[in-house]
């Protein structure tokens, strides 16, 4: 039976599929599969790299689609053990991909980098230390893609994102100790941290991640390439679930303050009513900031 199997979201989600893809190319032989925009998320792979395809590939609906007899299109925010936060992405497109619950079967060595992109990494780190002059470096992601740049600052409605005057202080802080390397966009960075210029690609960033000491992100894409390579992270959490979206082994930041449920891609109207009912979970105070940037620091 031929099967194509679609993924589609952020980047995280691709990252997040990639154990379920393995274990799937090991147990079938005929199939494809449409990662929309992060197809490169299988280089290196070999059970993966030469099935995968860009949906803006000219000709797959004659080449791919037409043959099939099976599409798998996994959502895992529609997994009622998924929303109800009893497990993670990773777990979940397990569930969709591969209809099984065994977890302990899924591949923990699931991102693999080049020669030259972990070399590239390391350059980064180079002028990062240099402009910096400390022996230790950090890289930091503070926000997510639902970020945006207001009058008032950097706001992220969705609360994914670490709030702004959190990071500035978090930086101001652990600056004086670290090299800092800011990922994210130019528009957003601050007056401390290092930007590479050009800036890198994703898969760079990955090799950067792992080179570093440490990682400290939010819901986005780094903590999921800081756990792919293996990096420690310490990831603030806000309008999202931690079992959900982030990893029991990393440092989690979160208020101690009740998490109301978002049905994102289930019911958009509840998922704003929801999210309008976290917002105090990133209402930090400077003693909670101070207390935080001690933790981490403890922990590189």
């Not at 952020?10 to 079938?28: D, E, F, M």
């Not at 792979?45 to 299109?73: C, H, V």
């Not at 890289?139 to 639902?146: D, E, L, M």
């Not at 978090?170 to 994210?184: D, E, F, V, W």
Request: overall charge negative.
């Amino acid at each position: 039976m031929k099967s194509i199997i679609t993924i589609d979201g952020g980047i995280g989600r691709a990252i997040t599929a990639l154990p379920a893809l393995i274990y799937y190319a090991q147990h079938n032989n005929d199939f494809n599969i449409m990662i929309h925009g992060w197809d490169f998320v299988t280089w290196g792979i070999p059970e993966l790299q030469s099935r995968t395809f860009n949906p803006e590939t000219k000709g797959i609906f004659q080449n791919y689609f037409w043959d099939a007899d099976k599409i798998i299109t996994p959502e895992p925010y529609r997994l009622p053990q998924y929303y109800r936060n009893e497990i993670s992405l990773i777990q979940a497109f397990h569930q969709e991909i591969n209809n099984s619950t065994d977890y302990s079967v899924l591949p923990t060595n699931y991102f693999k980098l080049s020669k030259f992109e972990e070399i590239k990494g390391q350059e980064i780190i180079h002028y990062a230390k240099e402009a910096h002059k400390k022996q230790k470096t950090i890289v930091i992601q503070p926000y997510g893609s639902t970020a945006n740049k207001c009058p008032l600052g950097v706001f992220d409605e969705s609360y994914r994102s670490i709030p702004e005057h959190v990071y500035i202080r978090l930086i101001q802080k652990l600056s004086t100790q670290y090299n800092i390397i800011y990922m994210g966009a130019i528009e957003f960075q601050d007056y401390i941290s290092y930007k590479p210029q050009p800036d890198p690609n994703l898969r760079e960033w990955a090799a950067i991640i792992k080179g570093a000491d440490y990682f400290i992100g939010c819901d986005s894409c780094g903590q999921h390439m800081a756990k792919a390579v293996g990096q420690r992270a310490s990831v603030f959490i806000g309008g999202t679930h931690k079992t959900n979206v982030s990893y029991d082994d990393f440092h989690i930041i979160e208020r101690d303050v009740p998490y109301y449920s978002s049905p994102m891609r289930i019911c958009s109207y509840d998922s704003m009513l929801a999210t309008r009912l976290n917002e105090e979970r990133i209402n930090y105070s400077d003693e909670e900031i101070d207390s935080i940037i001690q933790e981490i620091s403890e922990r590189i």
